[in-house]
């Protein structure tokens, strides 16, 4: 079992940076395929970005191409998010998540088995 730990969100002004981070502690971190995930006030978790084990392939939710980055370190076990030109509606809690089910990405979130406890963002228009 992982656990995972969010840090870096804030309250940002729109067009500004934030760097998130994800913790994970407990097994190997390079076993995992992970994700980011956001849920904002009153609408459903949705995808953010994913990246392979490796770290070779990377996939992003349309709105968020050419703005935000996913990258990992295997060697510190942890996650990051960086989100440049951010907007109002990027407001929400985000979500790392983890899975050995797969070596590659993927969108759906029911194959990630492990979620941090979600670190809050707020951009301020």
């Known amino acids: 079992q992982v656990q995972l730990v969010e840090s870096g969100g804030g309250l940002v002004q729109a067009g500004g940076s934030l760097r998130l981070s994800c913790a994970a502690s407990?097994?190997?971190?390079?076993?995992?395929?992970m994700s980011w995930f956001r849920q904002a006030p009153g609408k459903e978790r949705e995808f953010v970005a994913a990246?392979?084990?490796?770290?070779?392939?990377?996939a992003y939710e349309d709105s968020v191409k050419g703005r935000f980055t996913i990258s990992r370190d295997n060697a510190k076990n942890t996650l990051y998010l960086q989100m440049n030109n951010l907007k109002a509606e990027d407001t929400a809690d985000y979500y790392c998540?983890?899975?050995?089910?797969?070596?590659?990405?993927?969108?759906?979130?029911?194959?990630?088995?492990?979620w941090g406890q979600g670190t809050q963002v707020t951009v301020s228009s």
């Open positions: 407990g097994r190997t971190f390079s076993n995992y395929a």
């Open positions: 990246i392979s084990r490796s770290a070779i392939s990377t």
């Open positions: 998540a983890a899975t050995v089910r797969i070596t590659g990405v993927t969108m759906n979130p029911s194959v990630y088995d492990y």
